[in-house]
């Protein structure tokens, strides 16, 4: 292993490390709904419908929960998904067309309108194209926009978080603060809908990883991602103490701090404030000291790679990169290790004495 022998020739100190891994859970299969071929074409897919006294809109929703299912599966089949929700839009479609020419004079129920805004903006996730993921995510908008109009609806704070969800897309395609800030205004609606909920806090959290997850993407300029962290940092300090999850809180905060201190790194990863930069990293990494999760544990050797680049002291530098190895170790000791910390790892321990550049 690498020593602190300060003779040494310098190791090239690395760079900031951004990667993160998504999880998709599992959903299980309704009990006792009877399966029914759907489509008539060749992507012809397998329906599980909510029952015989199901009506349309139940329908409805069956066929697009199917859709969700597939995307959350362990295999994640787009295909499969994408032939779901198609047929979601075209049932959609399908109902809209019957209730205009019957002239009902009332739009149809809120559930209708954010199923289908909800079917389109999953549609825009999986196009290949980007001019058509940007049609679907317009027509999500338009249609989840008619489900918030119904005052009263029981799922305003779904079809609020929804359309946040449509203006995060929108804003890392337009690289646009307008929708930025629409997206956090339709979370702030959200999370007041929900405070009354048991899972209340736990949705709020999952809001500020969600925003702060597009802020560490780097889609967005420096401007608009900064709101977002900021919003992201400020949610997850209002639940400390309050999230029955204290280390997920601690995790989404500390992501937060470690955000704003890499907005202080310029183009060639120098440090514009020092001081600034090491007093959020030290916040960070002291909140994920007792980290035991997989994620915590890379978030905290991360932030602990980070210090060691902020030090002039090359003894310093090294034990810090030496605990950041160990936290490493921790980490991949209860799962997979994204590859740029395993190739940390190796390069520490095999005695990278490259020159910095």
Not at 84 to 89: D, N
């Amino acid at each position: 292993m690498a020593g602190e022998d300060t003779t040494a020739p310098k190791r090239k100190r690395p760079l900031g490390l951004k990667a993160r891994s998504a999880k998709k859970a599992n959903t299980e299969e309704a009990p006792n709904t009877p399966a029914v071929a759907d489509f008539a074409d060749e992507n012809t897919a397998t329906v599980m419908l909510r029952g015989d006294d199901a009506n349309e809109i139940d329908e409805l929703e069956g066929i697009f929960e199917s859709a969700l299912e597939a995307i959350a599966s362990s295999d994640s089949d787009d295909e499969r998904a994408t032939t779901l929700l198609r047929g979601t839009v075209h049932e959609s479609d399908r109902l809209l067309r019957l209730h205009d020419t019957a002239d009902a004079g009332t739009p149809l129920e809120p559930r209708f309108y954010f199923i289908y805004g909800s079917a389109l903006f999953n549609l825009a996730e999986l196009a290949a194209r980007p001019d058509e993921k940007r049609t679907y995510l317009e027509l999500a908008q338009h249609r989840l926009e008619q489900a918030l109009a119904a005052e009263g609806e029981p799922v305003a704070g779904r079809v609020c978080l929804a359309l946040a969800k449509v203006e995060l897309e929108l804003a890392a395609e337009d690289n646009a603060q307008a929708h930025v800030e629409g997206a956090l205004r339709m979370l702030d609606r959200a999370l007041a809908a929900s405070e009354a909920l048991d899972a209340a806090h736990a949705e709020a959290l999952a809001a500020a990883d969600m925003v702060l997850s597009l802020a560490d993407s780097q889609r967005l300029p420096a401007q608009p991602s900064a709101a977002l962290v900021a919003w992201g940092e400020a949610r997850a300090r209002e639940l400390v103490g309050r999230q029955p999850d204290a280390e997920a809180n601690a995790c989404v905060l500390a992501r937060a701090l470690w955000l704003r201190a890499s907005a202080l790194l310029d183009a060639d990863d120098e440090i514009a404030d020092r001081g600034a930069f090491v007093e959020l990293l030290g916040e960070a990494s002291e909140l994920l000291a007792a980290a035991s999760s997989s994620d915590a544990l890379a978030l905290r050797g991360e932030i602990e790679i980070n210090l060691g680049n902020a030090q002039d002291d090359e003894a310093e530098m090294e034990k810090l990169y030496g605990r950041a190895v160990a936290t490493f170790r921790q980490a991949q000791a209860q799962g997979e290790l994204p590859e740029q910390f395993v190739q940390f790892i190796d390069d520490f321990e095999n005695g990278d004495s490259s020159e910095e550049d």
